[in-house]
């Protein structure tokens, strides 16, 4: 029969989980700590256990749920429970599934084990003690206004206004955006913040909505690729969200985190509402579960800068810039991406500044200059030592700004004190050996400090005097748990007498239980074997017992025989042997211990036991307590020092990397010209990562000039030549320039620009429940909106989601609008009737190219030759590239009947019709334009001036020579002209042409 207790353990339990799950939602757990364990309990009603969420996280966690044999309110208990030292483990593991965990740990009282709430964690508000994990970890929050437009705006009806803002909890950086747009919702009105989320891949977010858009909420998110582990939904109307609104509570929520004055010296919190708006939830949100986590964060980045480049259409995926996070992508590793690719940082601090570099390019063309110019310095033969050095040592370096943080949130062992101590040391060799590089100190710190290597240097000085100071950092190496913690002592002596008269007692037993120890081996290695060292008696621990000695059967017989030998004839021993004084060794006893072997044990040998143990106790918890006030000393004294430290490592290691890259992938340095429009004119481009990718034919590099006399260019070319590579490849050549790196070109001058526009294909995952047409009108719309001489616009098909006649007309139309623009840009396109479009000839700054393809008759097979030519090239190519990856025969046969029937303009001269008037004249391509199909008959010298025997003068009406093939359009523009023109064939150098 199970005990029927109504244990208060279980009450207060069910209590706090009913609590906080009424506060932080349905996915929230509670671990409760119980003398050694951290537990979760629940009750079981039917089939169900309930009152927690005990069963989904031992699942999670691989966790046994096992009956307590305890009854509760009459139901059976059942309980999971984790050593107090595993808890990160099982704290990660939950809030990784999506769960909210509070944490409650036991007082101080003995009598009455009061448990009290510790800490709450939730995906976006966790700091792992490790650091080794994660680069950053960020938890945003997105607030969607709709306001009426009451001033002119380009924007008609009413306004969406969405403020965003996120906190890195790692790093303690914050940033927030704002950005309007009409109220609709469809996809293009949230470019803006799909490019936010994309960049900073928040782990948990809050999103708060006007009523309004609360319906559309899961097409926002499907817009905006949110994905976090853990989503909020906030009503407007709810009390928190009303106050996040008003100025009185803004003020308080940032002065109380940053100054006093912050609010009123910021403009941007009054400029910017509803990103305001979005911060102040933000920080209420955080701080509420761990206030720790927003003490000393930095000011909010005010991302609404007007030198950071606008990419528009989820450029960032689009031009593979970020990983999609596909299994396709996973399986190139290193190679999924270019982020992945070009990020050669060695430290998680550089990897993390190389990350925001590259997704948010720049038009500062001082800063780009300065960039260009120390790459080029390190670049140097006599300086490119350095990068090599700076790459062997800096990979050392550990992750300073996540230990700052971890500082200040407690979450921080000894270990990680210690990995901090020889971070700093690495990098103050590393300073040391770069003193001789002035360019690259004066680069590495602000223009007003005069002796660069001298500050950097005090600032190490200072950490380890501070560090050296309150703890002996040799000895704090390796303990990353309050378990490992116990008998070591890392505290420096003159800190606390308290724990100086406990280190001396502790040192003083465990010295007399080592010396008892070293006799019982000494005596007994005498007696039995004097010329070699053997251990006789092992020293065993267990974690009630503590320490006590231990021999096996046989060696214990031995150890016997020299202890009466020794008391007996203590002179045949040697002067080696030191007695033990204060214990008795004719009391010690050999009975039976573990495994058949004995232990040795007396009185007073047990005292000493019983005293390293109590003293081992006190030690771990007075150690606990002073590395605890450490850490508010460190946070106090050092903080700012490591932050300075962090921005200067994360300066040093992000330019050897753009070293690093330009030198071991032979990239170019940008040249910045000035010009009314942006340009770029790139000489031998390549894609920085398909090089790298294919290895099995070289890549074929190609120049390029858009921006100039060419504003626009139509690129043709046969399915797999490479026209969409080709257009990434620039397109992540003006951003690797505009975010201050080399590019793979041989040469590369440009004027930056301004905003990069994206319109690539195979984009429909992005867009879930909307068609491919209305994914390239949600596209098209952002770039005609916004588009003008400072924008560069990349994309496939501006339109192939419809029907030809309607794609044609919007692709002209768009070309058209862009070139008056004075746009560049550049489309891969199939449509080659367009270039015969008056409309199109008449767009002087819009050039016609192809990327080659030759037939190898030999082979029977397409050569792909990749170069780009002037002109449209072949119009046909699909089914010769279907044949060369060998497609059925008889599929392929029938195909080109098709193609021969419905598109006679790309069948042979066999497929030619003849004409009714004249079975030798064949209707083929247009005689009088030489582009379009004739589709028509046309008399020179019209049927009208015949005779009746269809004579005209000398030759008769139907004559081949009086025949010409002629399309539609020229048949009618001969029918309108005035007047009466006779026109011939006569024979020419260039052979038959029609003349007047």
Not at 257 to 268: A, G, H, I, K, P
Not at 626 to 650: H, N, T, V
Not at 664 to 688: G, L, T, W
Not at 914 to 919: G, M
Request: hydrophobic share 35%.
């Amino acid at each position: 029969m199970p005990k029927k207790e109504n244990f208060s353990i279980f009450s207060h339990y069910f209590s706090v989980t009913h609590e906080n799950v009424k506060k932080y939602g349905e996915d929230t757990i509670v671990y409760m700590q119980v003398g050694g364990f951290f537990e979760l309990y629940g009750i079981k009603k039917g089939e169900l256990i309930t009152g927690s969420k005990i069963e989904e996280i031992a699942n999670i966690c691989d966790l046994q749920c096992k009956e307590k044999k305890i009854t509760y309110e009459g139901k059976m208990v059942y309980m999971a429970g984790i050593p107090l030292n595993s808890l990160d483990k099982y704290i990660e593991r939950s809030i990784q599934s999506g769960y909210t965990a509070v944490v409650y740990v036991q007082g101080d009282d003995k009598d009455e084990k009061e448990r009290i709430m510790d800490s709450v964690y939730s995906p976006g508000t966790y700091i792992s003690s490790d650091t080794h994990m994660k680069v950053s970890n960020h938890i945003m929050c997105i607030w969607i206004d709709k306001h009426k437009s009451l001033i002119r705006s380009i924007h008609k009806g009413d306004l969406m206004v969405v403020g965003i803002s996120s906190i890195d909890v790692i790093t303690g950086e914050s940033s927030f955006y704002q950005y309007e747009t009409e109220y609709k919702i469809i996809a293009s009105n949230f470019d803006e913040l799909q490019r936010y989320v994309s960049v900073y891949n928040p782990s948990e977010t809050i999103v708060a909505c006007a009523e309004d858009v609360k319906n559309e909420l899961g097409k926002i998110m499907d817009y905006s690729g949110i994905n976090s582990s853990k989503i909020h939904y906030v009503e407007m109307t709810s009390p928190l969200a009303k106050n996040a609104t008003k100025q009185v509570y803004q003020n308080h929520i940032v002065s109380e985190v940053f100054q006093s004055d912050t609010f009123d010296v910021c403009l941007e919190f009054r400029e910017k509402d509803s990103a305001t708006k979005s911060y102040c939830y933000l920080l209420d949100f955080v701080k509420e579960r761990n206030p720790k986590l927003v003490n000393k964060i930095s000011l909010p980045i005010f991302n609404n800068v007007s030198s950071r480049v606008t990419l528009a259409n989820h450029t960032l995926i689009q031009l593979n810039i970020l990983d999609d996070a596909s299994n396709e992508s996973k399986r190139y590793g290193k190679k999924s991406s270019i982020m992945s690719f070009l990020n050669q940082c060695c430290t998680t601090i550089g990897k993390r500044r190389f990350r925001h570099l590259l997704t948010n390019p720049t038009t500062d063309e001082k800063w780009l200059q300065q960039e260009y110019s120390i790459i080029g310095y390190l670049l140097r033969d006599e300086n490119y030592e350095l990068v090599h050095h700076l790459r062997n040592t800096l990979h050392k370096i550990k992750d300073i700004e996540k230990i700052s943080r971890q500082v200040i949130s407690k979450k921080v062992f000894p270990a990680s004190i210690y990995d901090l101590y020889d971070s700093i040391q690495t990098m103050q060799q590393i300073t040391t050996y770069m003193k001789k590089n002035k360019e690259l100190n004066n680069y590495l710190v602000d223009d007003d400090i005069e002796s660069t290597s001298a500050w950097i240097l005090n600032k190490y000085d200072n950490v380890k005097s501070i560090l050296d100071k309150y703890l002996i950092i040799q000895d704090c190496e390796g303990i990353a748990s309050n378990s490992v913690l116990s008998g070591n002592i890392i505290i420096r002596p003159g800190i606390s007498d308290e724990y100086d008269d406990i280190v001396s007692k502790y040192n003083e037993n465990k010295k007399l239980f080592d010396n008892v120890h070293t006799y019982l081996n000494a005596i007994t290695n005498e007696v039995d074997n004097p010329q070699n060292t053997m251990v006789y008696v092992k020293i065993h621990k267990t974690e009630k017992s503590g320490s006590y000695f231990e021999s096996t059967l046989s060696r214990s017989k031995l150890v016997k025989k020299a202890l009466k030998l020794y008391d007996a004839e203590p002179g045949r021993f040697s002067s080696t042997v030191i007695p033990i004084e204060g214990i008795n060794m004719d009391e010690v006893k050999f009975i039976s211990g573990n495994s058949g072997n004995k232990k040795i044990e007396c009185d007073a040998i047990d005292i000493i036991s019983r005293n390293i143990v109590k003293y081992e106790d006190q030690l771990t918890k007075i150690t606990m307590k002073l590395f605890s006030d450490i850490l508010e000393i460190i946070e106090f004294e050092l903080y700012d020092d490591l932050r300075s430290i962090s921005k200067y490592i994360g300066k040093l290691d992000l330019i050897q990397c753009k070293a690093y890259n330009a030198k071991n992938r032979n990239y170019c340095c940008p040249e910045i010209q000035d010009a009314e429009s942006s340009f770029v004119d790139a000489k031998s481009m390549r894609h920085c990562l398909i090089e790298y990718l294919q290895q099995n034919e070289l890549y074929v590099p190609n120049d390029i000039t858009i921006g100039k006399d060419t504003t626009g260019i139509l690129l043709y070319g046969t399915n797999a030549v490479g026209k969409t590579s080709l257009i990434r490849a620039l397109g992540i050549c003006v951003i690797m320039a505009q975010c201050g790196m080399y590019v793979p070109c041989s040469s590369f001058v440009y004027k930056p620009y301004t905003a990069v526009f994206s319109r690539i294909l195979g984009n429909d995952n992005l867009f879930r429940g909307l068609s491919t047409f209305a994914v390239e009108m949600s596209e098209l719309r952002v770039i005609l909106n916004n588009a003008d001489n400072h924008s560069l616009i990349l994309g496939d098909e501006l339109c192939s989601g419809t029907e030809l006649q309607s794609a044609l007309s919007i692709f002209v139309s768009g070309l058209k609008r862009l070139h008056d623009r004075a746009c560049s840009f550049i489309f891969a396109t199939h449509f080659h009737d367009v270039i015969y479009y008056d409309e199109v000839k008449a767009l002087t700054n819009l050039s016609v190219k192809h990327m080659e393809v030759t037939y190898n008759p030999e082979l029977d097979a397409l050569v792909y030759d990749r170069i780009l030519k002037d002109g449209p090239g072949s119009n046909t190519y699909g089914l010769e590239v279907c044949k060369s990856l060998h497609l059925d025969v008889d599929f392929l046969d029938y195909a080109y009947q098709i193609r021969n029937k419905y598109f006679v303009e790309s069948s042979g001269a066999l497929n030619y019709n003849t004409t009714r008037y004249n079975a030798a004249k064949l209707v083929g391509k247009c005689e009088m334009c030489g582009v379009a199909m004739g589709t028509e008959t046309h008399h020179l010298a019209e049927q009208h001036t015949a005779d009746k025997d269809g004579f005209i003068h000398s030759f008769h009406k139907n004559h081949q020579a009086n025949l010409v093939s002629i399309c539609e359009t020229c048949h009618n523009k001969e029918h309108s002209e005035p007047g009466e023109k006779t026109k011939r064939k006569k024979k020419t150098t260039a052979g038959k042409s029609i003349i007047e």
